[in-house]
């Protein structure tokens, strides 16, 4: 069974410092990788994903994330944040056989002005 | 292009009373999923339908809950009876084929069970 774990429930930091989530799971085969983001009254949207090739991934508004295999990790970035990032992001992984989606928990994250 | 649409966005029922939610997703995606998403928590996958056909509904409640799509279109949830514990936001999704990895996901609907 696929399982997803994610370091932090909630993270605050002011503009321009640096975001890094964390992102860990389990799976016994070839993984599909994602980062959906849900800001403050939206749907769940995607950010990022990672199916093969070049394991560092962008994604949209300055987000990146890099797949380490042996790690079994995902984690996000992002260099400078802004306040419109604040939002919830979940890790979410499917097997590369169909597109069942197991989430993380999520992280809340809150950008100070 | 239209998105994810759900109904209601809100509900506040009795626990042992029923409720259903309804879900159209995007025109031409074959694959339609229920997440429930409790307060604090990720998702949690109910059930995926490929077209009309229920592909995993390994973790659906199926004494209580049930789900049915209608033509392989529209998507209905339904629990009854509800227990406090359903108290939770119900998300549809919808997505191109099996294999593109990538959801479109609705407002959800945000059950409150008393």
């Known amino acids: 069974a696929q399982s997803v774990s994610q370091h932090n429930h909630h993270v605050i930091l002011s503009e321009a410092a640096s975001l890094e989530l964390g992102c860990n799971y389990s799976?016994?085969?070839?993984?599909?990788l994602f980062w959906y983001v849900q800001y403050p009254g939206q749907h769940l949207q995607l950010l990022l994903k990672?199916?093969?090739?070049?394991?560092l991934v962008k994604g949209i508004k300055g987000f990146e994330a890099e797949f380490i295999k042996s790690k079994f990790s995902f984690n996000l970035r992002k260099p400078s944040v802004q306040w419109s990032d604040t939002a919830e992001y979940f890790c979410?992984?499917?097997?590369?056989?169909?597109?069942?989606?197991?989430f993380g928990g999520g992280t809340r994250v809150l950008v100070k002005p | 292009e239209a998105g994810v649409a759900q109904s209601p966005r809100y509900k506040i029922i009795e626990k042992r009373q029923s409720v259903a939610f309804w879900c159209n997703p995007i025109?031409?995606?074959?694959?339609l999923y229920w997440y429930q998403q409790i307060l604090g928590q990720g998702p949690k996958l109910l059930i995926q339908?490929?077209?009309?056909?229920?592909?995993?509904d390994s973790q659906l409640p199926k004494d209580r809950f049930s789900a049915e799509r209608l033509k392989g279109v529209d998507s209905t949830l339904k629990i009854q009876p509800a227990k406090l514990e359903d108290s939770a936001v119900y998300l549809c999704?919808?997505?191109?084929?099996?294999?593109?990895?990538?959801?479109?996901f609705g407002e959800g609907s945000r059950l409150t069970v008393l």
């Open positions: 999704a919808s997505s191109l084929e099996r294999t593109t990895g990538e959801l479109f």
């Open positions: 799976y016994g085969g070839t993984v599909n």
């Open positions: 990672y199916f093969s090739g070049d394991p």
């Open positions: 979410a992984v499917g097997s590369a056989a169909g597109n069942k989606l197991t």
């Open positions: 025109s031409g995606h074959a694959t």
């Open positions: 339908f490929q077209n009309n056909g229920v592909v995993d």
